[in-house]
Structures are given as structure tokens and as C-alpha cells.
């Protein structure tokens, strides 16, 4: 069964640096996504990824995150500069392209946990 | 986007079916209706999909009336491993917020 690929399992940063967390979607799939998950709570949409430009984002997304494709198969998401409360699971996932009945639903990454100290 | 209800946590017994709706008041006409799964330090598992009437796969039944502002997942005879948080999703494909979700725990 295909998978999503998320790495690093987990990440500790210290307050202020910079983190990219990295994702290998399904290979035929058209869309892709990041989400969070803060220990405890509820899964947090952050941004949807589409034909190389953002599609939707929260308002979570802020200037601090961005999101690239920089091949045909990574999909990354780049915090500029931590802050303790981005401590959370980030998720990654991919979707076909479809809007009809039938669809898969996303596929989820098995996540990276994000430590900041 | 359209807001979801759900029960915050069920139990259930080994064997027995179990039912979970949600609701949705202010589902729009393109959105779908989505159940995912979440074991702890997991991510979300897709179960079903659906848009009206009712769907079933090899895990779930989706049921959905006519309004389309509510559904119901039914999970047959469970077992022990389906303890697990259940989310409902109602939106469109690029655009999922995922709810509190309902917190399923399963005994023997």
C-alpha cells in the first residue's frame, strides 16, 4: 500500500532556529497538505499545497511557515524561527485530485514530532 | 466552513456495533462528508467518504439522510484495537479541518 514518507520521526530545535520538516507524498497524487497536532488537542489544518502554489491556509499558517516543492517528490515545510508553542506532531498527507464520490481521502504521514527548547 | 458535532467520547464492548454521528448544520452543497481514525502518535487513517444516502466499505458504513445534516458511522462488532479517536470531516478537498473527534474506547 502506498505510504507518505515524513522525516525526520522527530526533531529537537532551540528556540529561534529554523526547522524544515520533510515529506515524500503518494507519487500520483496532486495535492498536499500539512497539519499539527499540539499533544493532546484536536489535528490543525495549516496549509494545502497544489500545482506548485498554496491553495488554502489557516490562520495558524503565518509569516513564519512556508511550504515548497523543490523536486518532483519532497513537499517541505519550513519553520523561519521556532517558538516554544510550535512544539506539536506535524503531519503531512496527500490527496488525488478528485471531487467526485469514490475519493480515497488524504493519506497521512505517520508525522514528525517537533520539540523546541 | 461547515462546523462538526460529535460526541466527545463513547464505550463500547467487544462484538457490539457501534454508531457515532455527527452533525453538520451548515453543510454546503459541494462539501463531502470524511471519518478518519487516530491511534495516539499516529496520523489520521482514512475509514469512509461520502456525499449522500449511505456508503459501505470493507471496515464502515456511512449513513446520511436526505438533508445531509448529520451522519452516522457505523462500525461492526469491534474489537479491542478500534479504540481510537474518530473524526468526522465535512468540506471540500483541498480545505479539511479535522474537529475534537470522538474518543472510542472498546472493552472486553
Known amino acids: 500500500e502506498p505510504e507518505v514518507t515524513q522525516t525526520p520521526s522527530h526533531q529537537v530545535t532551540q528556540m529561534g532556529q529554523e526547522v524544515i520538516l520533510r515529506c515524500v507524498p503518494i507519487s500520483n497524487h496532486l495535492y498536499f497538505y500539512w497539519y499539527r497536532q499540539i499533544l493532546g488537542q484536536k489535528v490543525e489544518f495549516l496549509v494545502s499545497?497544489?500545482?506548485?502554489?498554496?491553495?488554502?491556509k489557516s490562520e495558524i499558517f503565518d509569516d513564519q511557515f512556508s511550504v515548497e516543492r523543490p523536486d518532483g517528490s519532497n513537499f517541505t515545510l519550513k519553520i523561519r524561527s521556532t517558538k516554544l508553542e510550535d512544539s506539536a506532531m506535524y503531519f503531512c498527507a496527500s490527496s488525488r485530485d478528485t471531487t467526485q464520490a469514490g475519493s480515497i481521502g488524504y493519506t497521512f504521514g505517520s508525522g514528525t514530532r517537533l520539540t523546541v527548547v | 466552513l461547515a462546523k462538526t458535532t460529535q460526541p466527545i467520547s463513547m464505550d463500547s464492548y467487544e462484538g457490539q456495533e457501534v454508531n457515532i454521528t455527527c452533525s453538520h448544520n451548515?453543510?454546503?452543497?459541494?462539501?463531502?462528508i470524511t471519518w478518519y481514525q487516530q491511534f495516539p502518535s499516529q496520523g489520521p487513517r482514512f475509514i469512509i467518504q461520502?456525499?449522500?444516502t449511505k456508503v459501505t466499505n470493507e471496515v464502515a458504513s456511512l449513513f446520511i439522510p436526505a438533508d445531509r445534516k448529520s451522519s452516522t458511522l457505523s462500525l461492526p462488532r469491534v474489537s479491542l484495537s478500534d479504540t481510537a479517536v474518530y473524526y468526522c470531516l465535512v468540506g471540500v478537498y483541498n480545505d479539511m479541518r479535522f474537529g475534537a473527534g470522538t474518543r472510542l474506547t472498546v472493552k472486553p
Open positions: 461520502g456525499y449522500k
Open positions: 499545497f497544489y500545482n506548485n502554489e498554496i491553495s488554502e
Open positions: 451548515n453543510i454546503a452543497t459541494n462539501d463531502y
